[in-house]
């Protein structure tokens, strides 16, 4: 018995190593131009995903990890989609990218405020961009028409132009192939598309759920109907804190959390409005399941930096801004903060280091550093020697671990 168990540990020691990867390994490919190596891997993930060999989680973790909302203030981002593009023009997957590219950084010169609050300015600067990813995208999906996120482009392209109806986007899916019909994929995109916000509603969200998914070849389990279902609650949750009415919203999001939602961004809302009625402990609960559900985005580990900073819990403000940082890109109070965490943990030489970046960045920032730094030029001399390395080599790899196969 006793060696069965230290097999079974080993094992599971071995999986979660063989499991484990750089968190954004798809960007390095890509920046490095590794082109072939960074399309087996998204065919990989798109076909795992499709036969039901990888997880939700794992396909849109290969697909969302090609770039961060920093590099798009970068050449180096899209002098890589260019090369790509210009040497493998018959690349599916290349095409396919370029599209996610120009449909991400329209987004991204929209902003994101509400529609009564964005200029014409910006929702044009919009439709510039995505009128740059629709031939992309419409190539990609000739050259290789099972290609899930080129639906998604698609889908969230008809979704910013106001003359298509519920049954435009209906019909453009069913276009598709019948094995990316069956995935919860693109049908979260459509019915992102048509939430009362983008001029939806939730009754016409709810017919699609109950009526318009495919009953064959497979039926949608379970847990992929609840899925759906979740995101009728959390635009309900969204918006009922938005209008000031936090209790509902956690009373929404207060049933869902206990049915075990698999729905990341109800987890990262919901740790939200904890953190706004100063309930730091159900805050970081929530931050770190949100968080860990999708590490690649931001706003998680945002709310779990300042929750986890109320509750005085060092490790984990430390790994949540080293996220941060790499997500959103150095800032001189992100870059002040995880030097204060790795003063807590005892690691002086990174705490000046960064201290001394933050400097760097804005000179008055010493108001605030002086009170560590003289400490350590006083009382650690030794740990002075990292000035001047590169911050993101201090940082460290951040980890992706994947889940594999559904459960």
């Not at 795992?48 to 973790?61: C, H, M, N, Q, T």
């Not at 995935?183 to 939806?200: D, M, Q």
């Not at 580990?301 to 929750?307: F, G, K, P």
């Amino acid at each position: 018995m006793r060696i069965i168990l230290i097999s079974l540990v080993f094992l599971l020691i071995f999986i979660s190593v063989v499991n484990a990867e750089d968190l954004f390994s798809q960007r390095e490919l890509l920046q490095k131009y590794q082109f072939t190596a960074l399309e087996k891997k998204l065919e990989s993930y798109n076909k795992g995903y499709l036969v039901g060999e990888i997880s939700y989680r794992d396909y849109l973790w290969a697909f969302s990890t090609l770039w961060t909302k920093s590099d798009f203030k970068s050449e180096g981002l899209k002098a890589a989609i260019d090369k790509w593009v210009i040497e493998n023009p018959d690349s599916a997957y290349a095409n396919i990218v370029a599209g996610k590219y120009y449909l991400d950084l329209g987004y991204d010169a929209r902003g994101v405020e509400w529609a009564s609050e964005t200029s014409e300015e910006q929702f044009s600067e919009m439709q510039k961009y995505f009128k740059k990813a629709i031939p992309y995208t419409e190539k990609g999906l000739k050259l290789n028409s099972e290609i899930i996120e080129g639906y998604k482009t698609v889908i969230s392209r008809m979704k910013s132009a106001k003359e298509n109806t519920t049954k435009d986007l209906l019909n453009y899916l069913e276009t598709a192939p019948e094995i990316v019909k069956q995935k919860t994929a693109v049908w979260i995109e459509l019915l992102y598309s048509i939430t009362p916000r983008w001029g939806g509603s939730y009754a016409e969200m709810e017919y699609i759920i109950d009526n318009k998914l495919p009953k064959r070849p497979h039926q949608f389990s379970a847990g992929d109907i609840s899925l759906l279902e979740d995101m009728i609650v959390y635009d309900k949750i969204a918006t009922d804190f938005l209008d000031d009415n936090s209790l509902e919203a956690m009373k929404l999001a207060g049933n869902r959390i206990r049915d075990n939602t698999k729905h990341a961004s109800i987890y990262r809302m919901s740790s939200y409005i904890a953190y706004t009625n100063k309930n730091y402990k159900q805050c970081y609960q929530y931050a770190m399941r949100a968080s860990n559900m999708r590490p690649w985005r931001l706003a998680g580990w945002h709310n779990l930096t300042e929750c986890s900073f109320k509750l005085q819990k060092w490790p984990e403000a430390n790994k949540a801004f080293r996220h941060k940082i790499v997500l959103k890109g150095m800032n001189r109070y992100d870059i002040f903060q995880l030097g204060v965490t790795y003063m807590y943990l005892h690691q002086y030489d990174k705490a000046y280091v960064l201290f001394k970046k933050a400097e760097e960045i804005d000179p008055e920032y010493v108001k605030y550093t002086k009170k560590y730094t003289s400490y350590i030029e006083k009382e650690k001399p030794e740990s002075m020697k990292l000035v001047g390395q590169d911050i993101y080599k201090i940082i460290g790899t951040l980890k992706y671990r994947s889940q594999g196969k559904p459960q």
